[in-house]
């Protein structure tokens, strides 16, 4: 053996390697110690995590626990507001039902209320006057702006001659004669106290005198003093509306009565004139040297 | 609505009453009424309407000349007009609303439709 190897290391350099030695063991036994710990979390969580799935998955299969009384109570709840929502669904339904009832009824009470305004205009301005052709003005106005008809005539019936004869007309042209024999057809049947109405109303070409589309007579009592005719209604204008019968009978009664008391009127005015003119020529003082010879 | 000044311009007495009529609907209102557009313009000279309402077929002037004179005076111009006419026919509605008229109701007149009209302009103009 050679002196080197014999020798061997150095006594400071023997204890240098047997404190790193040392150190080293140590820091073994740490890591070993920590892995260890590790493991034993891991295992741990391991066992929590299959401890939660078996919860979980007998959660999904079992829902909650029933018959427990939170549960039960719950559900009672649940069956009390369903029924509290039934019952708002019901009367939510029986308010909307009324709703609409309210809101027919006022489109019906509007449509009487425009009615009864119609009415009482027509009405007031037939007896606003005695004169016969403002009479006359406020039934043709009527007959345009109210009903809406474009070509009418009012007639008047000439009992003695047996004819109608033509007091007014509008859009008439010359089709419209001054005189018309009513033997038959709408005419006659007016004229015999019988109101026409055209049902479906026919197109409105051309305008007959003999064929008007509605036929109102004008009655006082029982008598026939006259007639409305209608040939043709405006364009906007497509059939007669409940309202526009409601007129015609109006029309019927208080046109006629109109008509009549102001044809009257105007003749005891006039016979009312000749006589107080025949009263004055009789009362008038002679003039002078008229007297007798 | 509040206190507005209506121009009722319209020859037939009948159908101005009606018009008056369905106006008085309204809560507190003014109803001021003109025979023809003559009447209506030297009404439309002394005072201050919010809206007028007018027919077409007047004597001595009819509503479309009324309504040019009123969209060429600068105090009137801006006034809301409706006319209520006879004349249904789809060219003279355009006529009319070319002329500067905002609303067209053809005669017989529904109150309702009227009323409606009117509402909504005033509160277009006072908007």
């Known amino acids: 053996m050679n002196r080197s190897r014999d020798a061997g290391p150095q006594a400071g350099e023997r204890d240098d390697l047997s404190a790193r030695g040392e150190e080293l063991r140590n820091m073994f036994s740490r890591a070993r110690a920590f892995t260890e710990e590790l493991l034993r979390e891991n295992e741990r969580l391991r066992f929590r995590v299959s401890g939660l799935q078996r919860e979980m998955e007998q959660a999904a299969t079992q829902g909650p626990a029933a018959g427990s009384p939170a549960v039960a109570q719950l559900q009672e709840r649940v069956r009390d507001l369903e029924k509290e929502r039934d019952e708002l669904l019901a009367r939510f339904r029986q308010v909307e039902e009324m709703n609409r009832s309210v809101a027919a009824r006022y489109e019906e009470i509007d449509a009487q209320n425009n009615h009864l305004a119609n009415l009482y205009v027509a009405s007031y301005q037939l007896h606003a006057t005695l004169d016969f052709s403002e009479v006359l003005d406020t039934v043709k106005e009527i007959l345009i702006n109210l009903i809406g008809a474009e070509a009418f005539g009012i007639f008047w019936v000439d009992e003695r001659h047996h004819h109608l004869k033509t007091e007014a007309s509008q859009g008439m042209g010359t089709s419209v004669p001054d005189k018309i024999r009513p033997d038959r057809g709408p005419l006659q049947r007016a004229a015999a106290g019988e109101s026409y109405y055209a049902d479906p109303l026919p197109d409105p070409a051309g305008v007959d005198a003999a064929h008007p589309i509605a036929c109102v007579p004008l009655r006082i009592g029982t008598r026939v003093i006259g007639v409305i005719a209608i040939y043709r209604l405006l364009t906007q204008k497509e059939r007669f509306e409940p309202l526009d019968f409601e007129l015609f009978t109006l029309l019927a009664g208080h046109a006629a009565t109109a008509l009549f008391s102001s044809k009257l009127y105007q003749r005891s005015e006039k016979k009312l004139s000749e006589i107080q003119g025949f009263l004055d020529l009789l009362t008038a003082p002679s003039p002078p040297g008229a007297g007798a010879p | ?127």
Do not use: H, W
């Open chain 2, 1 to 127: 609505m509040s206190a507005a000044t209506f121009l009722v311009v319209e020859d037939s007495p009948t159908m101005r009453q009606l018009l008056v009529f369905s106006l008085r609907r309204l809560k507190e209102c003014r109803i001021v009424e003109a025979v023809d557009g003559v009447d209506a313009l030297k009404k439309l000279t002394s005072e201050r309407f919010d809206l007028v309402i007018t027919d077409i077929n007047m004597p001595m002037m009819d509503g479309l000349k009324l309504i040019s004179l009123i969209r060429a005076n600068a105090r009137t111009k801006s006034i809301p007009i409706i006319i209520v006419t006879t004349e249904g026919a789809e060219e003279d509605r355009k006529r009319g609303l070319a002329l500067g008229a905002n609303a067209y109701i053809a005669k017989p007149v529904q109150p309702s439709d009227l009323l409606k009209a009117i509402a909504s302009l005033l509160e277009a103009s006072r908007n």
